[in-house]
């Protein structure tokens, strides 16, 4: 079954710096979905990859997918108090039933 | 209304309890899922409704029962639960098919004594 290992598992950053989040899959990522999570609350859509190559922004948050390398990042420029949370990566478990697996999430710290 | 909503938001029950959780959309989407989270733990898949049938049960037990009455509700009827089972529990809705994103409630975070 496919498996998603993220990393770093947890990262503390000053206000205003840059990071980058890793998901790494086992298999070859036909997609991938990126979610933020506050502690305890749902799950907030961020993005979504479907092709190889292919580059999503949305504020101050960028993700690309790299098929080859069977491998996401999410990149955050300028990271303020707002973004920390955890950040989830997913992808279909199996095709055509809406299942979803997940990594196990990376928690981000940032200090103003 | 791109809202998932769960009620309730927080319940503690006996393991001799029966309670429900409910979780509705009203985005017209006809696939409905159930999650489970531990603490430091991402979710895990219980059940899948398409178009209110059960598609994906993910070897959950028996006292975790659910239901779909229509395409806007879904329900998961707890009955005899263990303190193991005390997780925040996730409902989520999506289009059919792989490659739509899922939304999300905000979960009922279930305490079993």
């Known amino acids: 079954s496919q498996e998603l290992e993220q990393s770093p598992q947890s990262l503390i950053v000053q206000e205003g710096k840059n990071l980058t989040i890793n998901c790494t899959s086992s298999k070859t990522l036909y997609g991938l979905y990126w979610y933020k999570q506050k502690y305890g609350e749902g799950l907030i859509f961020l993005m979504m990859l479907q092709k190889g190559g292919e580059e999503k922004s949305h504020e101050k948050i960028t993700a690309k997918l790299d098929e080859k390398k069977q491998q996401s990042s999410l990149h955050i420029t300028a990271s303020q108090p707002s973004h920390a949370g955890i950040y989830l990566c997913?992808?279909?478990?199996?095709?055509?039933?809406?299942?979803?697996?997940f990594g196990q999430g990376t928690t981000l710290q940032v200090k103003p | 209304d791109t809202e998932v909503t769960q009620t309730p938001k927080h319940l503690v029950m006996g393991m001799t309890n029966k309670k429900s959780l409910k979780c509705e959309q009203h985005?017209?989407?006809?696939?409905m899922y159930w999650y489970k989270q531990k603490a430091k733990k991402p979710p895990e898949l219980m059940f899948v409704?398409?178009?209110?049938?059960?598609?994906i049960n993910e070897s959950v037990p028996s006292r975790f029962s659910p239901e779909c009455p229509n395409s806007s509700l879904l329900n998961l009827h707890l009955h005899a639960l263990q303190p193991e089972d005390s997780a925040l529990y996730l409902c989520?809705?999506?289009?059919?098919?792989?490659?739509?994103?899922?939304?999300f409630g905000p979960g009922t975070r279930l305490t079993v004594l």
């Open positions: 409704y398409s178009y209110e049938k059960l598609s």
């Open positions: 997913g992808a279909p478990g199996s095709s055509n039933t809406g299942k979803l697996i």
């Open positions: 985005m017209g989407h006809r696939a």
């Open positions: 989520a809705s999506s289009w059919e098919g792989d490659y739509n994103e899922q939304f």
